[in-house]
């Protein structure tokens, strides 16, 4: 009924390797057990009618229409509707993703940061945790999360399930290594499915520890235990919308119909990816602008063609700290004509190499980096030019934009977290002890922690879920 083809809600894995399955299927699944990813069997086409009547829309319809054909018959239309209504009424305004103007020109800001934890996870994460809750109510049985975090991810996702019945989640972080205000995002939630593990070791201590409780297949089975991690396809289906909404958003504002540029500040690919998605659908984008940090895999690949790993150096931007893109091999896909023998052969290649290379460029995209010195200086400018004040992930998007404009196009810069979050970093770009502050994090501060001090080693972590598990038999 509208040009909608079927098989969007049936998923197939990028290396070719399991039959299609279904929307719930692919969410419970997470990764594709063949080691690929999952994407849907075809990209809905929204045709130009559709768009006008989307861009009347608020933001939890139009996430409904956004996101109906890739779930299919999983779920009842009105259910859908419900979780996704449930899902943004957390947020702290109706709008859920204010636009607004940035330099009065030629820029705009998406502030993706007002949901309960203040950074763009949210948008993804508030939904996953309500649509496993319903998951779990319809096929009885129970999810135990576990997961490792160096800060932002982990927050976001107890914020996703705290108090859902069915679910229990254990978030492991090195013990005075994340910062205290988001150690406090996590230790201070009072719900009883909710279990902080400050593990006595690194990030890296973590993440191994947490692969190899994984790893040990009958453990994780005996304790169903499931991953939140940012490939799962129900977090990138979640930020789809916002880029449908952002475009048609920058239209009426500039009152123009002419598409637009998007940036976005990249670590994984997860969010970008959402908008290759958005616009093969037909949103509004003309080009994505891809912007990273220092470490700038990414940007290497798209201005070059050859992606290669590096080592990864902390930035003032964290959550883009990362060498190795989860969600790269679903554009892969895609970049190669939907090959999947060609997308496993070249990940096989770049598991062993650690590079490799593609012809002809992908117009579709642009990139560009922003190092700490320009990121710093674009937090200054806009503070003081127009008083908005941007956290260092926005700041790299910025900075990246207004180095690649698109003649004519007005740009969308993703602003993925509140300032809040990152005061050491705004301090240094202003110095002049101007507060970033936010509202729900000062009264983080009056209230207690809740955490397990453990060692990283798996016979500690499992004995830690069986006797917490068993406590709530
Ligand atoms: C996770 C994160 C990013 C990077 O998003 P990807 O989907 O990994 O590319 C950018 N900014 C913030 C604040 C984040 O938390």
Known sequence: MMGISLDSSHYISTRGGIAPVDFADAVMMGLATDGGLLVPGSFPQVDASTLDGWRRLTYPELAFEVM??????????????????????????PDVVPIRPLDNKSLFIAELYHGPTLAFKDVALQFLGNLFAELLRQRGGRLNILGATSGDTGSAAIHGVRGKAGIEIFILYPEGRVSPLQERQMATVPDANVHCIAIEGTFDDGQRVMKQVFNDLPFKEKNHLGAVNSVNWARILAQVVYYFWGAFRVQELSGSATPIQVCVP?????????????????????????????????????????????TVHPTLSPSMDIQVASNFERYLYYRLGEDAARTKAMMMEFEQNGSITLED???????????????????????????????????????????????????????????GKFPAAVEQALGDGTPARHESLEKLKKLPLRKALLQPTVPVIEEYIIQTLAGKA
């Open 68 to 93: 109906r054909p890739f779930v299919g018959d999983s779920l009842p239309a009105e259910t859908l509707r419900r979780l996704v209504q449930d899902s943004y009424a957390t947020f702290d305004t």
């Open 266 to 310: 990249t670590g994984n690919f997860g969010d970008i990816f959402a908008g290759y998605v958005a616009r093969r659908m037909g949103a509004p984008i003309a080009r994505l602008l891809l912007a990273t940090n220092e470490n700038d895999i990414l940007s290497r690949f798209f201005n070059t063609g050859t992606y290669a790993k590096g």
């Open 361 to 419: 460029a992908d117009p579709t995209f642009a990139a560009g980096r922003g190092d700490t010195a320009s990121t710093l200086a674009t937090i200054r400018k806009h503070y003081e030019q127009y008083g908005v004040l941007l956290d260092p992930h926005g700041a790299v998007g910025v900075t990246v934009a207004e180095a690649n404009p698109l003649p004519g196009l007005k740009t969308l810069c993703l602003e993925t977290a509140h300032p």
